[in-house]
């Protein structure tokens, strides 16, 4: 049987890894001794990796058995559990580029991930919960590559290079009975898009949800230009083997292959639903100023806007705009249409396209102008 074949057998197979197994296993060592695993993902897709967390969160018995996923996206940006994307990441700019945004299960800030950043996360008992210790893998296994390089862990669990370049960040989620941890490394990431898409995409938003705290980042290849992926995983997996005191080799584990990991699939579907992403979003106003034009005339106004966006949903819209600019019975219309509706800029426009096509001439320029403004705000 394959090293990869034995790892999965042995979460599966066992109870006292999987606890949905009703059969006895006598022994939790039977994969290279110790209680520990490491695991790397072939996967560089977002949703498959996050879904993979959840699903050993919830199949995998640690109060028996420890580990440590390592794996890799391509580019993403990944919210918390408890954040506004509209306020954490520049929506426009991620669909121009193409890439997506997650919401994961933990707390926390945002990243952005590309391949050039390294995921690691700590599965452990709730016991034996220590976010010190697991940094303590890191920070050690730099240092043993090279001495040089001044890493240090702070009080925010974050890891920061000469005392100011945030190389790490930390979420956690804390079940029952288990929990896990999970940090970046940033390598080589692109720090050119990371700035780009970590910025706000919407002004006026008021919201009690979890704000990202900026730092100033920096790559570990900006002071350690020798240092290789592969040294860099060796020397992780062995400090984490001797850090708690175990002997497992790196296994690699494919979360697309569903016989391996059922229902995982499943997971994956619902991280990628607008529900999920964009619905669970803490409730948030809108309140901004729109600024009006009529391009035929080069006349200009302003108006405002107020929303109240509950689960990602509209559920009031009062549009304040001059009567002399536009009739207050259109623009009620426009306002009466985005209730009950996403706030989604494609859904809005999809949404007004009927009220547009109702008005002519000067009116409809106006309108067009106005529900452009409105559109605007959603990113």
């Known amino acids: 049987m394959s090293h990869i074949s034995r790892t999965l057998s042995l979460l599966r197979a066992c ?32 949703y498959q990796n996050l879904a993979l967390e959840d699903w050993i969160d919830a199949n995998v018995d640690l109060q028996q058995r420890s580990i440590l996923l390592l794996w890799r996206n391509r580019p993403a940006v990944v919210i918390g559990r408890h954040q506004n994307p509209w306020t954490e990441c ?11 945004l997650a919401r994961r299960r933990s707390g926390g800030g945002t990243v952005f991930h590309d391949l050039g950043n390294l995921n690691l996360t700590f599965f452990t008992s709730k016991k034996a919960y220590d976010r010190q210790r697991n940094l303590k893998v890191v920070t050690e296994a730099l240092r043993r590559l ?52 970590l910025r706000p995409s919407c002004a006026g938003i008021h919201s009690n949800a979890t704000p990202s705290v900026p730092s100033a980042v920096a790559n570990l290849l900006d ?51 607008w529900e999920w992403t964009f619905g669970k979003t ?8 729109l600024d009006l034009r009529d391009d035929r005339s080069s006349a200009r ?16 819209c009062e549009l304040d ?19 009950r509706e996403r706030f989604c800029p494609h859904w809005t426009a999809a949404g007004v ?12 320029n106006r309108l067009h102008n106005l529900c452009d403004a409105v559109v605007s705000t959603m990113g």
Request: include cysteine.
């Open 15 to 46: 109870p006292g890894v999987c606890r949905c197994q009703t059969r006895t296993c006598s022994s939790l060592t039977a994969f290279g001794g110790g209680s520990g695993l490491v695991l790397l993902s072939r996967s560089t897709d977002v």
């Open 90 to 100: 520049n929506l426009p700019a991620m669909r121009r580029a193409g890439i997506p």
């Open 146 to 197: 090279r001495p040089g390089l001044d890493v240090q862990a702070t009080d925010r669990f974050d890891i920061l290079l000469k005392g100011h370049y945030k190389i790490s960040g930390s979420a956690s989620r804390l079940s029952k009975k288990s929990s896990y941890h999970h940090c970046t490394l940033l390598h080589s990431a692109d720090r050119a898009t990371l700035a780009t898409v």
């Open 223 to 273: 002071h350690a230009p020798s240092l290789q992926w592969e040294e860099l995983l060796d020397a992780l997996v062995d400090q984490y083997n001797s850090e708690f005191g175990f002997s497992s080799a790196a296994t690699f584990v494919n979360p697309a292959d569903e016989p391996a990991f059922p229902g995982l699939s499943r997971a994956v579907t619902e991280l990628r639903s």
């Open 282 to 289: 803490p409730k948030f106003s809108v309140q901004t100023h």
């Open 301 to 316: 106004s302003s108006g405002r806007l107020h929303m109240e966006v509950k689960n990602g949903v509209i559920e009031s």
């Open 321 to 339: 705009v001059p009567a002399d600019w536009l009739p207050q019975q259109l623009s009620g219309e426009l306002s009466s249409l985005l209730v």
């Open 353 to 364: 396209s009927a009220l547009l096509r109702s008005e002519s001439g000067e009116l409809h």
